[in-house]
């Protein structure tokens, strides 16, 4: 039987443990996803950003680590790259999957936490994406470093791992503001932080028909990421903001970091 409704108990606050992203992805909340997302919008915001990115670095094999419904994977197959599309959540890979056939794609999907995907995973990529702000469901560092030794080990000797994430360091420092732009584009959805704290960061989801999802996550910061990164042997990480290479600190709403191994 599926379930329907999200359940944080009595105190959502305190669900911190990275474990529980696959309760969050409730079939409900799913279908709701690419409302959410707005695909055409999304699009035309990022542009052919990835796409020049992996062409420029000459990748041509890519792992989706958090393919989510498809968006990037999709996007990437029509642009000829060969990609194999992974989530831990086996409603998002559903959906992805019945995305990929309206677009004329028969999707590689494998459904696998990213702490033991080479458990499910047996080859490697010139590149791997981790995008949709999805690294931030890791609570524990340790759960961190275990993903990223598991996409290091994943990539090839010269491959590179391409992680965004919500820019946390503006949301905690000055509070929270959107272009509305990036991301999560869908029209009359609102996406805004319901808590903030140096722990969590508890997103409300609200959609034009009155239903109201949650997602808990960590509040990563800009330079936390890109040291550990490196600390798990990405020497080289640069990051843009908003899919720009100059930005100030606090202006985007979201980071890219694409990590060389």
């Known amino acids: 039987m599926k379930t329907m409704e999200q359940n944080y108990g009595k105190n959502p606050l305190a669900k911190r443990e990275s474990d529980y992203y696959v309760q969050e992805y409730i079939e409900s909340f799913v279908d709701k996803w690419d409302e959410l997302i707005d695909w055409n919008a999304r699009a035309k915001s990022e542009g052919d950003f990835f796409i020049q990115e992996l062409k420029k670095l000459g990748v041509t094999k890519v792992l989706d680590v958090a393919t989510g419904t498809g968006f990037h994977s999709i996007q990437l197959k029509n642009a000829g790259f060969d990609v194999t599309s992974v989530d831990g959540s086996a409603e998002m890979l559903t959906k992805a999957f019945d995305n990929a ?13 990213w702490r033991e995907l080479n458990l499910n995973i047996h080859e490697k990529f010139d590149a791997i994406i981790c995008l949709g702000n999805s690294f931030t469901h890791l609570f524990e560092e ?4 275990k993903a990223l030794a598991e996409f290091y080990a994943a990539l090839r000797h010269d491959g590179v791992l391409i992680i965004d994430q919500r820019n946390y360091d503006s949301i905690l420092d000055t509070g929270f503001s959107t272009k509305h732009t990036y991301y999560y584009a869908g029209e009359k959805v609102k996406a805004e932080p319901e808590h903030m704290d ?4 508890r997103f409300r989801y609200e959609f034009p028909d009155g239903s109201v999802f949650h997602l808990n996550m960590f509040p990563l910061r800009k330079d936390y990421v890109r040291t550990l990164l490196q600390d798990v042997a990405f020497p080289d990480v640069k990051t843009f903001g908003d899919f720009k290479e100059t ?14 191994k």
């Open 142 to 145: 340790r759960d961190r470093r």
């Open 198 to 201: 140096d722990g969590l960061a």
């Open 247 to 260: 930005f100030k600190d606090h202006e985007p709403d979201f980071l890219i970091h694409v990590a060389r």
């Open 101 to 113: 056939k309206r677009y004329g794609h028969i999707l590689k999907t494998v459904h696998s936490d």
